[in-house]
């Protein structure tokens, strides 16, 4: 079935150091959108991204979009102790699973200050 | 201020017995799921339902019902059946297919 992949699962970071984490579909998206989970908390929405090839940026985080539209990735640059949390990658689910999102599992950062 | 309620925050059931856990949301909004987390994990669909009176299955519903008979709440009922409930359940909304997902807080289910 449809699968959203994200690597790393963990991540750990001194503060100030960059952070990455990808995102692989196995199928074409329309779009992708990204959310962040704080340690006990819930999921909140951060960007959607629709076009391919497409860039976005918020502060220190930049949101990239395959060219083929089924990968993404999440860059922040010098971490900071507030980024800690688990990012998770979503796209559109198609078929059986239309309707829904399909999440991937999540990359769950750490920053030592 | 509009968003989405779960009740309660948290929750411990005895073996054997059905509990419910409530969301409400007054975003208007169509769509209604409920996921389950694990600890370390990623989030789990357990139902949806897209408009009232509807509802499907989603990866992991066995030993879970839901109902939706008015837009602005979706409750869940975690059934004897489910042999490992112990988890983070969180419900969420959204008002169009192209829309993110808003979430409620979540409500934190144990066995006693």
């Known amino acids: 079935g449809q699968q959203v992949m994200q690597i790393p699962q963990y991540q750990h970071v001194q503060e100030g150091e960059d952070f990455t984490t990808y995102c692989n579909s196995s199928?074409?998206?329309?779009?992708i959108q990204w959310y962040k989970q704080r340690p006990g908390g819930h999921p909140v929405f951060l960007i959607q991204?629709?076009?391919?090839?497409e860039v976005k940026k918020q502060k220190r985080l930049t949101f990239q979009f395959g060219e083929a539209k089924k990968n993404s990735s999440l860059h922040i640059t010098a971490t900071q102790t507030t980024d800690v949390g688990t990012y998770f990658c979503?796209?559109?689910?198609?078929?059986?699973?239309?309707?829904?999102?399909?999440f991937g599992k999540g990359t769950k950062l750490s920053v030592k200050p | 201020d509009g968003g989405i309620t779960q009740s309660p925050k948290y929750l411990f059931r005895k073996e054997g017995q059905n509990v419910t856990l409530s969301c409400e949301q007054n975003?208007?909004?169509?769509?209604m799921y409920w996921y389950r987390q694990d600890p370390g994990q990623g989030l789990r669909l357990i139902y949806y339902?897209?408009?009232?009176?509807?509802?499907q299955k989603g990866d992991i519903a066995e030993g879970y019902s839901v109902s939706r008979e008015k837009k602005e709440s979706f409750p869940l009922t975690v059934t004897s059946a489910q042999k490992n409930p112990t988890a983070f359940y969180l419900c969420?909304?959204?008002?169009?297919?192209?829309?993110?997902?808003?979430f409620g807080d979540g409500t934190r289910l144990s066995i006693l």
């Open positions: 991204l629709v076009k391919s090839g």
């Open positions: 969420a909304s959204r008002y169009r297919v192209d829309q993110p997902q808003h």
């Open positions: 199928t074409t998206l329309s779009n």
């Open positions: 339902s897209q408009i009232v009176n509807d509802f």
């Open positions: 979503a796209g559109p689910g198609y078929g059986g699973s239309q309707g829904n999102l399909i």
């Open positions: 975003l208007n909004h169509d769509a």
